[in-house]
Nanobody, 113 residues
Framework: QVQLVESGGGLVQPGGSLRLSCAASGFTVSSSAMRWYRQAPGKERELVAIITTGGNTDYADSVKGRFTISRNNAKNTVYLQMNSLKPEDTAVYYC???????WGQGTQVTVSS
């Protein structure tokens, strides 16, 4: 069955970096559109980044130029490289398989000094 397992979250100071991983099983990430979302306390879940089957990417305006979505087909894993982190990036980050609407359990990212 489809399973998504996120990791890599944690506490980081403003200006720092983190790399989130989404390990997939039950399907191949290279043949699936994949997305990263985030949800901050008291806010709705928002789309952060997309990678298509063709490898095209797109980002929310709030993270453009700072975040990079990528995938490693051999490891069947999708990544979210986050640089120049800001306190407003604090949220639970979720990996999503677009077709079928599958979600991981989420990983907490906290940006604070």
């Amino acid at each position: 069955q489809v399973q998504l397992v996120e990791s890599g979250g944690g506490l980081v100071q403003p200006g720092g970096s983190l790399r989130l991983s989404c390990a997939a099983s039950g399907f191949t990430v290279s043949s699936s559109a994949m997305r990263w979302y985030r949800q901050a306390p008291g806010k709705e879940r928002e789309l952060v980044a997309i990678i298509t089957t063709g490898g095209n990417t797109d980002y929310a305006d709030s993270v453009k130029g700072r975040f990079t979505i990528s995938r490693n087909n051999a490891k069947n894993t999708v990544y979210l490289q986050m640089n120049s982190l800001k306190p407003e990036d604090t949220a639970v980050y979720y990996c999503n398989k677009y077709v079928g609407g599958y979600w991981g359990q989420g990983t907490q990212v906290t940006v604070s000094s």
